[in-house]
């Protein structure tokens, strides 16, 4: 795997970006500091409070539909759409 293409890096919050392929591939995945978490280290676990998002954020896998997401993610989905 190389790192970063060319210095481009779609990766947030210093995370470090690998690619599979050395001519800039689309495919990368990012290496995250530590505290930030997400497919390009958007998300921060710094400051949390026990909430919903807190407790779910980890399980959320990205990049998968929701049919193949875990229980928990299902039902955090349906039950904010039947009460929002």
Same mark, same amino acid.
């Given at each position: 795997m190389k790192s970063d293409c060319s210095g481009q890096s779609v990766c !947030?919050? !210093?995370g470090q970006r690998?690619?599979?392929s050395s001519d /800039? *591939?689309?495919n *990368? +995945? /990012?290496i995250c500091q530590s505290c930030f978490y997400g497919a390009r280290c958007q998300l921060s676990s710094d400051g949390f409070v026990l909430s919903l998002d807190a407790i779910i954020d980890y399980h959320i896998q990205s990049h998968t539909n929701i049919i193949h997401q875990p229980i928990i993610i299902k039902i955090t989905v349906a039950l +904010?759409?039947?009460f929002m």
């Open positions: !947030e919050n !210093e690998f690619q599979d /800039c *591939s689309k *990368s +995945t /990012c +904010t759409v039947i």
